[in-house]
């Protein structure tokens, strides 16, 4: 149902933009969170936007470098990725749900992507 996007390789200090889009259907009415899971590691929140668009969430890793955002066809949601750090290095997995407020765990949602492949090189 979700498919995330825009992975790649980078170079320490700089950016991607990744794509969280719902295949045949809206976004609308649904908050959207990235999450990440580096090798070895448990899934971690990252960033998060209401159902509104009207507020945002981030962790205090990414706050200030990252952006998050609704695509103006309301079907997709971006994640803006810049000063990129190699502790930035994962797999970025986007979701939704339904439920408010909008939630910064993993338990918070139904509906996943399949991930993308981050890695920034030092």
């Known amino acids: 149902q979700l498919q995330a996007s825009g992975g790649g390789l980078v170079q320490a200090g700089g950016s991607l933009r990744l794509s969280c889009a719902a295949s045949g259907r809206t976004l609308s009415g649904y908050a959207v969170g990235w999450f990440r899971q580096a090798p070895g590691k448990g899934r971690e929140f990252v960033a998060a936007?209401?159902?509104?668009?009207?507020?945002?969430y981030f962790s205090d890793s990414v706050k200030g470098r990252f952006t998050i955002s609704r695509g103006n066809a309301r079907n997709t949601v971006f994640l803006e990725m810049n000063s990129l750090k190699s502790e930035d290095t994962g797999t970025y997995y986007c979701a939704a749900t339904r439920r408010r407020p909008t939630p910064i765990v993993e338990s918070g949602y139904e509906y996943w992507g399949q991930g993308t492949q981050v890695t920034v090189s030092s």
């Open positions: 936007i209401s159902w509104s668009g009207a507020n945002t």
